[in-house]
């Protein structure tokens, strides 16, 4: 993803758009787009800046594109208010799923003509970053809901 599409895939998640960015940032919609498309003397965003428009997004689009330019993932730390055993399952379900989409992505791009293009390979990527990222959530969540504390062995181990 290229900075622009990055500010473009976080306007798509802000309510109101373009206007609302701006005057989130304390600027004019002129002076938004002249940042954008680093016209008329203007910078690109700062990463304060990119960060509070993450933050207004309400996604991790800023943390995925600097993770993607540093070969890292981003992993969303599970809730813990919301986890139980079906959500567990659930994100079984979830992790397997995107797990058989890079397979089904693999397997589509050698049969189309024998190999891998960079289209195709960014699109795997892409993918496998999504599974990836989608099973750390789901271990962690299941330590969390499953792990004990410390305190709690110890009383198992001396109760016995």
Known sequence: MEKRELIHEMLKKIEGGRSVAAAYLGM???????RLYES??????????????QSLSQSSLVAEYFAER????VVPMPE????DNVELYHM???????GSA?????LGSIQHDGGIDRKEEEKIM???????????SQVKATLRVYGRKKSDSNKTQHSG
């Open 80 to 83: 813990p208010d919301t986890l």
């Open 40 to 53: 008329k003397g203007c910078r690109f965003f700062s990463v304060d800046e990119l960060l509070a428009l």
């Open 126 to 136: 892409a993918a496998h970053r999504q599974h990836m990222a989608s099973r750390d």
């Open 92 to 98: 079984g379900l979830r992790s397997n799923v995107t």
């Open 102 to 106: 890079v397979d089904e992505l693999i």
């Open 70 to 73: 540093s070969n890292t993932l």
């Open 28 to 34: 004019s919609d002129i002076k938004f787009n002249n």
